[in-house]
């Protein structure tokens, strides 16, 4: 069965770097098949798809963060990894990272971790 | 791009049916029939309830029923349930190779 697990800090300065992995099991991220995205949800808002990256080299970034996001594979571990740089409170949110059947089914989810950005 | 428009809440009784409307663009729903819909308990992950516009994932109840017209999609559900009790949220592909999803709609069941 495939499972997604997402990690990382759970607590971030304003102006500093965010860096999350998911580890995937039960799966390839570098299959020629899905997605993998990166989507958050600020605390009590709608979700927001960040960008996702397929077959481990493609990358597809949400135009209003594009700037500061990153999104990248190691096959190897099989993880997908999200960078946003320059944060601010408005990054505070749960971040999930979900596989994505083409082009548009979430279908799988990890459980999301907590980020929250000090100052 | 700019989120697509949802109701922010709707309400049903147990039995009846309820409609959630999620409109776009002619770059997004319109464009495309790739809308999907999730469900989203408080403290759980969102789960695809419709992708394709009207095509349920295996385990989903047939109860969940999915259309488009033009830029706006719905989401119908039949014979609700307590336990339907949740967010919902559309999403769709849009002509710039990205996701975008709507505001989310709250529906309580009566």
């Known amino acids: 069965q495939l499972q997604l697990q997402e990690s990382g800090p759970g607590l971030v300065k304003a102006t500093e770097t965010l860096s999350l992995t998911c580890t995937v099991s039960?799966?390839?991220?570098?299959?020629?098949?899905?997605?993998w995205d990166w989507i958050r949800q600020p605390p009590g808002k709608g979700l927001e798809w960040i960008g996702g990256?397929?077959?481990?080299?493609?990358?597809y970034y949400n135009p209003s963060l594009k700037s500061r996001v990153t999104i990248s594979a190691d096959t190897s571990k099989s993880q997908v990894s999200l960078k946003v740089t320059s944060v601010t409170a408005t990054d505070t949110a749960i971040y999930y990272c979900?596989?994505?059947?083409?082009?548009?089914?979430?279908?799988?989810w990890g459980q999301g971790t907590v980020v929250t950005v000090s100052s | 791009q700019s989120a697509l428009t949802q109701p922010a809440s709707v309400s049903g009784s147990p039995g009846q049916s309820i409609t959630i409307t999620c409109t776009g663009t002619s770059s997004d729903v319109g464009g495309y029939n790739y809308v999907s819909w999730y469900q989203q308990h408080p403290g759980k992950a969102p789960k695809l309830m419709i992708y394709?516009?009207?095509n349920r994932p295996s385990g989903v109840s047939n109860r969940f029923s999915g259309s488009k017209s033009a830029n706006t999609a719905s989401l119908t559900i039949s014979g609700l349930q307590a336990e339907d009790e949740a967010d919902y949220y559309c999403s769709s592909f849009t002509s710039t190779y990205t996701l975008v999803f709507g505001g989310g709609t709250k529906l309580t069941v009566l």
């Open positions: 394709e516009v009207n």
């Open positions: 039960g799966g390839s991220i570098s299959s020629n098949v899905y997605y």
């Open positions: 990256i397929f077959s481990s080299v493609s990358t």
């Open positions: 979900a596989r994505r059947g083409p082009p548009t089914a979430l279908d799988f």
